[in-house]
């Protein structure tokens, strides 16, 4: 697994060199908690944190050079969005930013397959267990020029978000299969194997077929009484299967052993009761054309 992960200790944040410099995608995971913290709005418990929170993501968007930002809200469907040039346009519109830059555009979205656009733009998902996957194409296809920002945990991978993306951007930009299979995918970090369970219940509950259980039944481990999920193994598995995309870098931060050292944020510390519900932010910013 290769990895090409840095954490500025100066800044505390974190981002994947090689993304920046090779493919000219910006990108920044806020990684120390004492310098950035939680950075969803809605889960800020004062005033204060919220402000805080605006001037932060003012920062980042200052150092993705971005006009805008778009933010993922995720919902539990997969749900997938196109943001072409006309789309773009429509929600800088709705949202009457034309005339304010540096606002925020929040889009209901677990994956986006994002064009460039005359104005560079970030576009943000905030994560707390999930990885994200930032797809970027070695070679770029005749049809399309952009990235793929995918938000990927254990349900998405059940709903075969990660493929069901990959056939949305083949079908809306004629993308030939060996266009699809020059994908590379930066994963930000995410709960790993060892750490990420689901009850017996409900993973029979999932599994209720024979077919779905096949399917599952590599990246999972039963350990007292509990099933260990490997989703992003999962998820890399069928890139490959489906469509022979086999190039991916990691970080190889696993998000719930990060928490425990005030980085990161992680949904199952939070349920476990030693760390506050938060999110950090993962920030991909999209240069103009
Ligand atoms: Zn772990």
């Known amino acids: 697994m290769p990895v090409d992960f840095v954490i500025d200790k100066t800044t505390g944040l974190a981002f994947f060199p090689s993304l920046e410099k090779n493919f000219g995608i910006k990108n920044f995971i806020t990684y120390n908690n004492s310098k950035w913290g939680n950075m969803a709005y809605s889960l800020a418990e004062t005033e204060a944190e919220k402000q805080r929170i605006k001037r932060l993501d003012r ?63 970030q576009i943000v998902v905030g994560p707390a267990d999930c990885a994200v996957f930032i797809g970027v194409f070695k070679k770029q296809p005749a049809n399309f020029n952009g990235v793929v920002v995918m938000h990927i945990g254990f349900p998405q991978v059940y709903q075969r978000l990660h493929i069901r993306t990959l056939e949305l951007a083949a079908a809306t930009y004629n993308l030939t299969p060996s266009d699809l299979s020059l994908l590379k995918f930066y994963i930000t970090p995410y709960i790993c194997p060892r750490h990420y369970s689901i009850s017996k219940k409900v993973f029979d509950y999932l599994a209720y077929e024979a077919t779905i259980r096949r399917r599952l039944a590599r990246f999972v481990e039963y350990k007292n009484n509990k099933y260990f999920v490997d989703f992003v193994g999962l998820a890399k598995f069928e890139l490959e299967k489906s469509f022979g995309i086999a190039d991916f870098v990691e970080s190889g931060v696993c998000t719930y052993e990060a928490a425990a050292q005030n980085a990161l944020f992680s949904y199952t510390r939070y349920k476990e009761g030693s760390q506050r519900k938060g999110v950090f932010a993962v920030v991909v910013g999209v240069g103009s054309k």
């Open 59 to 121: 920062k980042l968007m200052r150092l993705t050079a971005a006009k805008y930002s778009f933010v993922m809200t995720t919902p539990p469907e997969a749900t997938l969005l196109v943001l072409d040039k006309p789309q773009i346009n429509y929600l800088l519109k709705d949202s009457r930013l034309e005339k304010t830059p540096g606002r925020e555009v929040l889009i209901r979205a677990n994956s986006v397959i994002a064009e460039r656009f005359k104005i560079p733009y």
